[in-house]
Structures are given as structure tokens and as C-alpha cells.
């Protein structure tokens, strides 16, 4: 600047200028400074959120994955049901057929034989009348009609309703009760009663029990509807629900018989 001025007003001047270069030099490496931390601090955040979003996909994949591996077990549950259904839908089917075969075979064995008797003329004592719970009554030979099997689905149709004594509708059921809806709605009319239920129909021993056959225990104290299996649906007492329980334990201790409603 000294040698290159003309004059001294020419160096002035050139001070000057070197001055505002040197301050907008400065200004200028000051902004970059700044824009500088300013993109680092937008690559820190940007990293940030694209880790938060990486994890964030890998999340919403595991509850992908997991909701699908959830609905392929309900699938295979819901086929494994309907399988059962059908299942029981033919076994059903087939114990009906057999039952229908029984009760023809039976009707036929009672029918009298047309030959008089000529030997024997003496006449029969009348039979003395059943009186109590023990007393000593011929046991049926004679299948339950075949619609009998869709009391046990009726009653299980209620699994769950709670226990309402003198109950006998879907909003509550005592033990009766629920044995006297569901033949109901096969349009059998029963009464409300275990004792004069005990006196519908015929006896039935336990070795030849079938689905719809009425069973009792506790001295008449209760009852259920036997669905099978040494197993049957009933409605136990004040706190439970319609349910199906095993013959065991109590219940067989307590057995007292069953009755074939025809």
C-alpha cells in the first residue's frame, strides 16, 4: 500500500479499503463459524431422529409380527374348534342312529307273544309299590328318544348363568330349573322338582347311562343333566354357575340314581 499509493490521500484511501476487506473477512468466517455448528447440531439431531425411527419400524415390525403369529393361533384354534364340532356332530349323529335302532328293537322284544298260555293258570300278585329313594326299581333296557341328545347342547348353551334358586330362564337357573328349560325347548314339559322329577320317566343304571339322561344325588338334594363321558352339566348353589362337573368325589359319594325321560 505505502510504495503502490500515488499520494497520500490514494493511501488513505487504500487503508480504508484494506480495513472494510478485513472486516468483512472476518464477518464472513464469523457466519461460517456459526452456520458450521449449525449444521452439526441439525446432523446430531438428524442422526438422532433417524436412530429413534429405525427403532421405532423395528418396534412396529415385532407387534406386526407378533399380532400375526397371534391371529394364526386363533386360525388354528377356530379350525381345531370346528373340526371338534363336526366331530361330535357325526358322533352325535351316529349315537342317535344307534339309539333309534335300540328303541325299535326294544318296541319290538315288548310286544306280546300272540300264543295264549295253556299251562300256567295262576294269577300274578300285584307288585308292591316303590316307596323312597332306596327302594328296589326294575332298571330301563329302553334307549332315550334321539332328540334327547340336544338337551345336553341346550343346557351348555348356558354355561355360566349363575345360580338363582327357584330359577328356571337364562337370567338365573337352580338345578331343577335347568333341566325343566332345557327339555322345554324340546317341548317336553317336566315339573319343577327334583323329587317329582324323580318319578318322570324310567330308572336308568350308571353303567348305562347316555346323554340326556337325568341324574341325582344328595337324597334328592340335587341334580343334573348327564352329557357323557362320567361327566354332567348342572347348576351346583348359591354362588356358582351352570357348569359341568365329573361324577367323582363328592358327586359319587352321593350318587343316587338317574331317570331316562321317554
Known sequence: MLFGASSLGDLLSRIDTVGRVSD?????????TTFRGQIQREATNLQRSQRWQRTLVAEIAA???SIEAQLQQRRSLLESVRSEIARLQAAEQARAQA???ALAQARQRAQPDPT?????TSTAAPAAPVVGVAASTPEATVAPPSTHGGVVGIAMQYLGVPYVWGGSSPSGFDCSGLVVYAFGQLGISLPHSTYSLWGMGVPVSQSQLQPGDLVFFNGLGHMGIYAGGGSFVHAPHTGDVVKVSSMTGWYASTYVGARRIL
Open 63 to 65: 407387534q406386526r409380527r
Open 116 to 120: 295264549p298260555a295253556t299251562t300256567n
Open 99 to 101: 339309539r333309534a335302532l
Open 24 to 32: 468483512q473477512r472476518t464477518t464472513l468466517l464469523t457466519d461460517v
